[in-house]
């Protein structure tokens, strides 16, 4: 069965599309097969390959998701892109029991054929996020390293963890928490790490996303950084990143 | 009547919280009375006034917004403190017709008390924003200089405009495009800059505020950085902001 990781966190701008899309690059490009699930409105992780969003959300269709999928430039990954159609957003938003339950039929077929998934989240705590974390094997929760970035994590974690205990079987588990736009020269930058690292211990990632512009331009070149600019220390760090994801088993 | 300022994008981290902390602080400071409402289930415009969340969200309650409002450390400026109590949330967010109509009579009897009103609201386009958008007199819309900024703007604009030609009296009217996080030493800052003023003209602020790690560390001591650090070039440009919407008129 396919490992499903979902990439979240409520707090907007802290890299979850980012850390989706170069991280599921990670992942195929050390041979295993990914697929990207991009279950934000906004559709960044289909635009960051290049790829319009669909006018029709995948997961609430009835065809197979096999028949939506998308190709990138790398062999081992595909894209099932979102969409900007409010009304299929509304109702996996609202999260209601059949959509749920093609939800999970989509990601169960999904995880028959696929090595790995990696879902992106919208910057909501909402039944969307819920729902995908229901249907997730870890979560993997990027935070800058920044005064509101703190905030929420409790909340957040509180949420992961009814997930855990819900009624619903699930096999929910924590991957960690990941430091993105890590910024040496800001004493702001250390603070946040040494509370987290206290705070959080063994899960936060070893691994450290710098803040490297080549990021931010990757993605409007529809590529991952991986292949935008593979030797900056921002496709480092993501490599770093797939390694410590792929040992742990 | 008062103005009521909405601070609004969907897309996360594009500092929408750090924008409704200065500019109210810039105007306070200029001699209006101003309140700060916060609308986001993250309460960062709360903390960032070292306040802590409160337990239920006085935009529910039946008792009058002027017993729920809490002091800052600038006399003309008080908050309305957000809520992480996920009942509240949900009922704002679903938007009932009812609390549609407290929302509105909470705004319309504090617009009889303040001279601005500075609404700061989560990263979506759901009820909640809308709801906030209904009851305001213009939207102010904060973008980064960067690729993902410009995919979520025109999906923001069409929200905007179904609200404007909205069957519900209202007086919304664009107060403008906000760049932030400007910085200078970036190739994607620049094509960004001219593609956001190319398109949209006019309603492009003259004030831009530049990336500036005063302004992040300002929240983390519960002051805006107007007082944090007012000679810094990210309180010079909101300053200027202050005074470009306080010249609109
Ligand atoms: N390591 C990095 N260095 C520099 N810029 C980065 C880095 N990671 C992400 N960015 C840029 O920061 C912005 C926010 O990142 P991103 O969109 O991935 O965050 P997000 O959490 O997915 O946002 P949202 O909450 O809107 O979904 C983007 O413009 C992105 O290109
Ligand atoms: N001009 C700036 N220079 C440097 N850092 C900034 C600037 N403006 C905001 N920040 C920092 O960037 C992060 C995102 O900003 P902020 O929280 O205001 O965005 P937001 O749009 O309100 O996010 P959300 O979508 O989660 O509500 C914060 O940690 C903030 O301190
Ligand atoms: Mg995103
Ligand atoms: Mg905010």
């Known amino acids: 069965m396919a490992r499903i990781l979902c990439i979240a966190n409520q707090k907007g701008g802290v890299g979850k599309t980012s850390t ?7 992942i195929a490009k050390s041979g295993q097969s990914t697929l990207l699930i991009d279950l934000d409105p906004q559709c960044n992780a289909t635009s960051g390959f290049g790829h319009a969003p669909a006018d029709r959300h995948p997961l609430v269709l009835e065809n197979p998701v096999r028949e939506s999928v998308l190709a990138t430039n ?12 409010f009304r299929d957003v509304d109702s996996l938003a609202t999260g209601s029991t059949t959509h749920q339950k093609i939800l999970r039929q989509h990601l169960s077929s999904a995880g028959a054929v696929f090595d790995f998934i990696v879902i992106d ?14 249907a997730s094997t870890e979560v993997l929760m990027p ?5 509101f970035a703190m905030e929420g994590l409790t909340q957040m974690i509180e949420v992961i963890r009814e997930v855990m205990n819900s009624e ?3 096999r929910l588990e924590f991957s960690g928490i990941l430091l993105t736009m890590y910024d040496h020269q800001y004493e702001l930058t250390h ?18 996303i710098p803040r ?5 331009e990757a993605s409007s070149h529809g590529v991952s950084v991986l292949d935008y600019a593979p030797r900056s220390r ?6 770093e990143l797939s390694m410590e994801i792929l040992e742990h088993v």
Request: aromatic share 8%.
């Open 20 to 26: 989706a899309i170069n991280l599921s690059a990670g």
């Open 212 to 216: 490297d512009i080549n990021v931010a």
């Open 74 to 85: 790398i062999e081992n990954l595909q894209v099932l892109p979102g969409s900007r159609n």
């Open 168 to 170: 619903q079987p699930t």
């Open 143 to 147: 935070i800058q390293c920044e005064y």
């Open 234 to 239: 921002g496709a480092r760090g993501y490599v």
């Open 191 to 208: 603070e946040v790490d040494e509370e987290v690292r206290e705070f959080f211990g063994d899960i936060v990632f070893d691994a450290v």
């Open 121 to 134: 989240c919208p910057p909501s705590l909402g039944e969307m996020t819920r729902t995908a974390l229901a």
